[in-house]
């Protein structure tokens, strides 16, 4: 399944996705796509809807984060050593774990705001993990039990913040809008293997980022064992988990987005993201 929310910003309603017509709206059936609508319980009861008899949404509607309400929104810092390597960092012995502010999330179409006082905005393409099911000190072996799907994130960064700001990276990584996810959430059924996804990211319509999930650092199962032993995982919250190299800030001389420029993003089967830079 792709699970949608669609509408005006902080007005989303909750949609699936029909190959064939396009969007078809869920709110007879759920409030919204946030919490335990990602639930085992919950999904199984949306997947044994007639789709054609759902009410088809006209035209084409924004798209905002297939994720709502207010969840955690964990990211994971410096997971691919190429990446790591490209940052001038050495390679983490354990995941780095940051958090990013929910109000950072937006669609995957929505402009991106480059912040007052921004001299280095980047980009970074990654595998966001969607939680369906409570996590808490779950083992590598049932880690992937807990995922309601994945999606595409963009964990947009303004590297002057996070790092030569002091404190800690979510200055550099919290901005509304530094966090576009989606277009829509492919329940975990549906993606056969979150360890080997192929990546890409353009700015200008020039290829910066090629990776694969499969150069990971930490995989996704190793990821939700690590966080739900640090913190508890409830359905609807988000880990995002690292980047390929190709980010700006590791590019000789570094290269930095500004007002106008335009990023295009996707993960292998699960759609893809584009974005214009726009001034806060």
């Known amino acids: 399944m792709k699970l949608v929310r669609y509408g005006e910003a ?26 335990e609508a990602f639930s085992p319980a919950s999904l199984a009861k949306v997947r044994q809807l007639d789709v054609q008899s759902l009410p088809l949404v006209a035209g084409t509607p924004r798209l905002g984060a297939p994720v709502g309400g207010a969840p955690k929104f964990v990211a994971i810092g410096l997971n691919y050593a190429d990446h790591a390597k490209e940052s001038g960092m050495q390679i983490p012995g354990e ?12 669609g995957a179409y929505d402009a991106v705001e480059k912040p007052r006082g921004s001299t280095k905005l980047d980009w970074e393409v990654e595998l966001a993990v969607i939680i369906g099911t409570r996590a808490k000190y779950v083992s590598e072996q049932d880690a992937l ?5 994945y ?21 550099g990584k919290s901005h509304d809008t530094f966090g576009p996810l989606g277009p829509w959430l492919v329940s975990a059924d549906e993606v056969r293997d979150p360890r080997n996804l192929a990546m890409w990211l353009e700015v200008n319509g020039q290829r910066r980022q090629t990776g694969s999930t499969a150069t990971m650092i930490f995989d996704v199962p190793k990821l939700i064992a690590y966080v739900s032993g ?8 988000i880990i995002t988990t690292g980047t390929p190299p190709g980010v700006g800030m590791g590019m000789k001389p570094p290269l930095y987005l500004n007002v106008g420029d335009t990023m295009a993003l996707g993960i292998e089967g699960l759609g893809e993201q584009r974005q214009t830079v726009v001034a806060a």
């Open 230 to 237: 640090m913190m508890t995982l409830n359905p609807g919250d």
């Open 95 to 106: 995941p780095i774990v940051f958090l990013k502010a929910t109000s950072s999330l937006c």
């Open 145 to 149: 039990g807990h995922v309601a799907g």
């Open 10 to 35: 902080g007005q989303e309603k909750p949609g699936i996705l029909d190959a064939q017509d396009g969007i078809r709206d869920l709110s007879a059936h759920l409030a919204d796509w946030a919490g």
């Open 151 to 171: 999606a595409v994130c963009n964990d947009v960064s303004e590297r002057h913040f996070q790092i030569e700001r002091l404190g800690q990276w979510t200055k």
